[in-house]
C-alpha cells in the first residue's frame, strides 16, 4: 500500500513535471521557416503591443485587455517595468505582471513581456530612482564631448549586475506563476537598446575596450560565416584587406559605422548576460527589438548598435541565445522593411508597427510572404473604432487560416501580396501558370484607378495547394490566372510597324494564343476554416463576383478567404 501510494505521487510528480513541459512554448526549424510552437502548435502571433504606460495600473489593464480580445488578437505584447517591479532596492513587487496574466487568461489572450530595463529606446528611463541617484554606482556612458548621458554605462559590472539580478526575479516569477500553464510565449530582453548622441560610449572604460584588440570571438565567428556575412559588413571588413589582428578601427576602419559595430557588440554581450540567465531560468523563446536606421539618418540619430539588420553578425556573434532580432516599423514601404529582417539566419516578428488602416493587409503579407512568426501594431488600446474593426476582420480570418498556413511554412508555397498605388500589380509564376495579382481599384474600369483619390493598401496571401487548387485571402485584391505555354511566340517580322501583333485588324496584342492548353477559373468558394484547417462552405461566387469567370476578387471593405480551383482548356 505505501509503495503504490508513494508510487502514485511520484507518476502524477512525473506527469506534472511532463505536462509542464509541454507547455513551454519554444522555436524550431521547418523547412526555410521558424515557427513559434505554443502548446505543441505553431502559433502565428496575431498581436498588439500596449502604449508604454498602459500596464502600470490595474484599472487599466482591466479596461484595456477585452478590448483586445475583440479585436481578434490572440496575443498582446505588455511592458515590464523595473522602476515599479523593483521600487525599493531588492523588494520586488510583480503584481502587475499577475495581473496582465490573469486578464490575459480571462481574455484568451498569449502574453508576450517585454523587459523595460535599463535601457529603453536607448535611455535609461526605466531603471528604479535608487539606481538613477547612484551614478557612481551605476555611472552612465558619455558623449565624445566628455557629457554624462541619461544612459547607463554597458560596460559597468554594477548596471548589468542590478538589471539582470532583476530580470531574473521576473523570469523566477514568470516560471512561478505560468509554467503550466504557458500563458507567457515570449520575453523581449530591453527596448530598442542602441547609442544616441554619437555612435558610441565614450566613457574612459569604453575607450579602454574600443582601443584594445577586437575580441578573438568576434573574429573567429567572421572567419567561420564568412560566406554568410551581411554584404554591408563583408564589405566594411574587406575594404581593410579581412584584417584579424588590430583595434576597432584598424579592422573595420576609422569612421561612424565602426563606432557603431563597437557598440553592437557591446551591448550583445550586455544583452547575452540577461539572455542566458532567463534560458537558465525558465527557457521561453527571447528577442531583441530596433529602432530602425530610417530616413537617411547616421549612426547616433538613429540608436546605434541596435539590432539591426546591417549588424546582424556582430550580435549573432556577442548574443548567441538570442533568437529573433526584430525590426519596429514606423517608416512605411512596409515591403522592403520586413525584407530586410527575413533573413537565411533570422525570422521575422515585427513587435511594433505604426497603428493604421492598414495593419490587417500587412498581416497577411507578413505571413504570406515570409513565413512570419508574428504581427503587432503599436499602442493597440488606442485603436479607433473603425481600425479596431477592420483589425478584427482580418485577424479572424488568419485566426482560421493558422492551422493550414503553418502546415505549409516552410516550402515556399505562399506568396504575400501588398498594393498601393505606387506597386499596385505583382505577377507570380508556377511552373507554366501565370498569377496576375493587383490593387483593387486599378481595375480599368473602376473610376478610383485615375480620379486621384488615395487607395488604402491592398492585400493578402496566395497559398498554393495543388498545381490547381488555391488560397486567395486578404482584402482589396483581384486575381487572373492565365498559362504562359497558351500564347504564341511572335517574330519580329509578324509584328506590325508599332511591335505589336494585330489580330483581325482591331486587337493588338502582343499574346496571340497558339493552339496551347489555356486556364480557366473553375469553382471559386469563399470558405472559413475550423481549428483543424477543414473547410467550411460559406457562399459560391460566380457572375459578377468573379467578373463572368474571368478573375476573383476581394473588395477593399472586406477581408475574406477564397477556394480557388482551376481547370485547363483547348
Ligand atoms: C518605439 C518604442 O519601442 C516604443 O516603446 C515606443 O516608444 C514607440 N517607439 C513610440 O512610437
Redesign the pocket.
Known amino acids: 500500500m505505501q509503495f503504490s501510494k508513494s508510487f502514485f505521487l511520484f507518476s502524477v510528480a512525473i506527469s506534472f513535471f511532463a505536462k509542464s513541459q509541454e507547455s513551454i512554448p519554444y522555436l524550431q526549424k521547418k523547412g526555410t521557416a521558424t515557427q513559434l510552437m505554443v502548446d505543441k502548435k505553431p502559433f502565428l502571433i496575431l498581436g498588439g503591443e500596449l502604449g ?1 504606460s498602459s500596464a502600470s495600473s490595474f484599472q487599466d489593464i482591466e479596461r484595456d485587455f477585452p478590448k483586445l480580445h475583440k479585436m481578434q488578437l490572440n496575443t498582446v505584447l505588455v511592458p515590464a517595468y523595473w522602476d515599479l517591479i523593483e521600487a525599493g532596492e531588492g523588494k520586488y513587487d510583480f503584481s502587475l505582471i499577475d495581473k496582465s496574466i490573469e486578464q490575459a487568461r480571462k481574455n484568451d489572450l498569449k502574453v508576450v513581456f517585454l523587459w523595460f530595463g535599463s535601457y ?2 536607448s535611455m535609461s528611463c526605466y531603471a528604479p530612482l535608487w539606481f538613477k541617484k547612484d551614478y557612481k554606482k551605476y555611472p552612465r556612458a558619455y558623449s565624445k564631448g566628455g557629457k554624462p548621458l541619461e544612459i547607463a554605462s554597458s560596460f559597468s559590472d554594477n548596471v548589468l549586475k542590478a538589471d539582470n539580478k532583476a530580470f531574473s526575479e521576473l523570469m523566477k516569477h514568470i516560471a512561478s506563476v505560468d509554467k503550466t500553464q504557458g500563458t507567457v510565449i515570449m520575453v523581449q530582453v530591453e ?2 537598446i542602441g547609442m544616441l548622441e554619437g555612435a558610441r560610449d565614450h566613457s574612459k572604460e569604453a575607450n579602454k575596450i574600443f582601443n584594445a584588440q577586437v575580441p578573438e570571438n568576434l573574429i573567429k565567428f567572421l572567419n567561420i560565416n564568412k560566406k554568410d556575412l551581411h554584404p554591408s559588413l563583408l564589405e566594411k571588413w574587406g575594404k581593410q584587406g579581412f584584417k584579424t589582428k588590430g583595434n576597432w578601427e584598424e579592422i573595420f576602419g576609422a569612421d561612424l559605422y565602426t563606432d557603431e559595430l563597437f557598440t553592437a557588440y557591446s551591448y550583445g554581450l550586455y544583452i547575452e548576460k540577461l539572455a542566458k540567465t532567463s534560458r537558465s531560468i525558465y527557457n521561453l523563446p527571447l528577442y531583441v ?1 530596433a ?1 530602425m536606421n530610417s530616413r537617411n539618418r547616421q549612426p547616433g540619430e538613429y540608436p546605434a548598435g541596435g539590432p539591426l539588420a546591417h549588424l546582424i553578425d556582430i550580435w549573432h556573434a556577442s548574443a548567441p541565445t538570442i533568437d529573433i532580432l526584430a525590426p ?1 516599423l ?1 517608416d512605411g514601404d512596409f515591403a522592403s522593411w520586413s525584407a530586410k529582417y527575413r533573413l537565411h539566419n533570422n525570422p521575422l516578428f515585427v513587435p ?1 508597427i505604426k497603428m493604421t488602416q492598414n495593419n490587417g493587409v500587412q498581416a497577411f503579407y507578413a505571413f504570406g510572404e515570409h513565413d512570419a512568426i508574428g504581427y503587432s501594431p ?1 499602442s493597440i488600446e488606442n485603436n479607433s473604432e473603425a481600425g479596431s474593426k477592420r483589425l478584427a476582420d482580418a485577424y479572424s480570418k488568419l485566426k482560421q487560416l493558422m492551422p493550414l498556413l503553418t502546415k505549409y511554412q516552410g516550402k515556399g508555397a505562399s506568396k504575400g501580396l501588398l498594393f498601393d498605388q505606387k506597386s499596385p500589380e505583382r505577377i507570380i509564376n508556377y511552373d507554366d501558370l501565370k498569377i496576375t495579382a493587383r490593387h483593387f481599384f486599378s481595375l480599368p474600369w473602376d473610376a478610383r484607378s485615375k480620379d486621384g483619390s488615395v487607395w488604402p493598401e491592398g492585400g493578402g496571401l496566395i497559398l498554393r495547394l495543388a498545381k490547381d487548387e488555391y488560397i486567395v485571402a486578404g482584402s482589396g485584391i483581384v486575381v487572373e490566372f492565365e498559362k504562359e505555354t497558351e500564347k504564341k511566340i511572335i517574330q519580329a517580322k509578324d509584328l506590325g510597324e508599332d511591335g505589336f501583333a494585330t489580330q483581325g485588324g482591331k486587337e493588338k496584342s502582343q499574346s496571340v494564343w497558339n493552339g496551347g492548353l489555356r486556364a480557366g477559373i473553375g469553382p471559386v468558394d469563399e470558405i472559413g476554416l475550423d481549428e483543424n484547417g477543414n473547410f467550411k462552405y460559406i457562399r459560391r461566387l460566380n457572375g459578377d463576383q468573379t467578373h463572368q469567370g474571368r478573375h476573383i476578387r476581394i473588395g477593399v471593405d472586406d477581408f475574406q478567404i477564397l477556394h480557388v480551383k482551376l481547370y485547363e482548356y483547348q
Open positions: 508604454n529603453k529606446n527596448n530598442e527589438n529602432a519596429d514606423y511594433e503599436f
